[in-house]
T-cell receptor
């Protein structure tokens, strides 16, 4: 089983709908992240959480919200989806500074979202 | 100026070629330099990392960091079709701040 699991893997929805992407991890990491990937724009950080009570905006948080339900679960919501939110979304985890020298990210396999 | 610049390619080479992938950056405070490999329809995974300047070799892969020029490279020797993927450079400040700054990625195709 994957260490970082994202659901759904693919989703097609319509403009204005509410969408939730879920992420769970079995790596025991405190830090979790949501990125989106677009052709020509690379990976961009949406939100990150360093522990259950810590949520931080990334570089492109507008139109998104997150919830850290537990150490192992971090969900991303689009309250009212719009077409330019069509992208590949990745959840990632990393260990805390005392456990890692590099801050290596471990990614899920991605959730492809299409907003019509 | 973007913090990290990476030529998106695409780059197409014959099997067995030596591949050179590069990134430049503007923030001299970056300490950790990484290369991630992303296969189609998969998430990125760490390929190599280097702390500060110098070279690191792992099999057919060599990572180089030149902090004086703010330039990092990944070399792939004897490239194989299985190396076909998108390669992303990434950098971090280290310490308590491990937020990674990514390049946009270079799409590499190795043709049999």
């Amino acid at each position: 089983d994957a260490d970082v699991t994202q659901t759904p893997r693919n989703r097609i929805t319509k403009t204005g709908k509410r969408i939730m992407l879920e992420c769970s991890q079995t790596k025991g990491h405190d830090r979790m992240y949501w990125y989106r990937q677009d052709p020509g724009l690379g990976l961009r950080l949406i939100y990150y959480s360093f522990d259950v009570k810590d949520i931080n905006k990334g570089e492109i948080s507008d139109g998104y919200s997150v919830s850290r339900q537990a150490q192992a679960k971090f969900s991303l919501s689009l309250e009212s989806a719009i077409p330019n939110q069509t992208a590949l979304y990745f959840c990632a985890t990393s260990a805390s500074p005392g456990q890692t020298n590099t801050g290596e990210l471990f990614f899920g396999e991605g959730s492809r979202l299409t907003v019509l | 100026q973007k913090e990290v610049e990476q030529d998106p390619g695409p780059l197409s080479v014959p099997e067995g070629a030596i591949v050179s992938l590069n990134c430049t950056y503007s923030n001299s405070a970056f300490q950790y330099f990484m290369w991630y490999r992303q296969y189609s329809r998969k998430g990125p995974e760490l390929l190599m990392y280097t702390y500060s300047s110098g070279n690191k070799e792992d099999g057919r892969f060599t990572a180089q960091v030149d902090k004086s020029s703010k330039y990092i490279s990944l070399f792939i020797r004897d490239s194989q079709p299985s190396d076909s993927a998108t390669y992303l450079c990434a950098m971090s400040l280290g310490g308590s701040n491990y937020k990674l700054t990514f390049g946009k990625g270079t799409l590499l195709t190795v043709n049999p």
